[in-house]
């Protein structure tokens, strides 16, 4: 079992940046890839960035060259660094991790409100 806590949401002017982070505990050593997924009101969640546990990272298409995402494997915490942000990236971020064994584990969430 992985337990996941979330923090860093909250609300900005377009334009300017915010820093999610997502730590990890439990069964830590089992751990591969990191994520972050956003879901809007009314619409499905979807995937905004991955890393790899050698650090490879892929985008979103809408995201990327504006979202960084790393991750401290002594600290077990992925963030993601949000850059010249839109209206439209607001919604709800959750954090998500792999395990070797192919389950899934997912953060409560945080609200990111970008206002025009």
């Known amino acids: 079992q992985v337990q996941l806590v979330e923090s860093g949401g909250g609300l900005v002017q377009a334009g300017g940046s915010l820093r999610l982070s997502c730590a990890a505990s439990?069964?830590?050593?089992?751990?591969?890839?990191m994520s972050w997924y956003r879901q809007a009101p009314g619409k499905q969640r979807e995937v905004v960035a991955v890393?790899?546990?050698?650090?490879?990272?892929v985008y979103a298409v809408s995201v990327k060259g504006r979202f960084t995402i790393s991750r401290d494997n002594a600290k077990n915490t992925v963030y993601l660094q949000m850059n010249s942000l839109k209206p439209e990236d607001t919604g709800v971020y959750y954090c998500?991790?792999?395990?070797?064994?192919?389950?899934?584990?997912w953060g409560q969430g945080t609200q990111v409100t970008v206002s025009s």
């Open positions: 998500m991790v792999r395990v070797v064994e192919g389950n899934a584990y």
């Open positions: 439990g069964s830590i050593f089992s751990i591969t890839t």
């Open positions: 890393i790899s546990s050698s650090g490879s990272a």
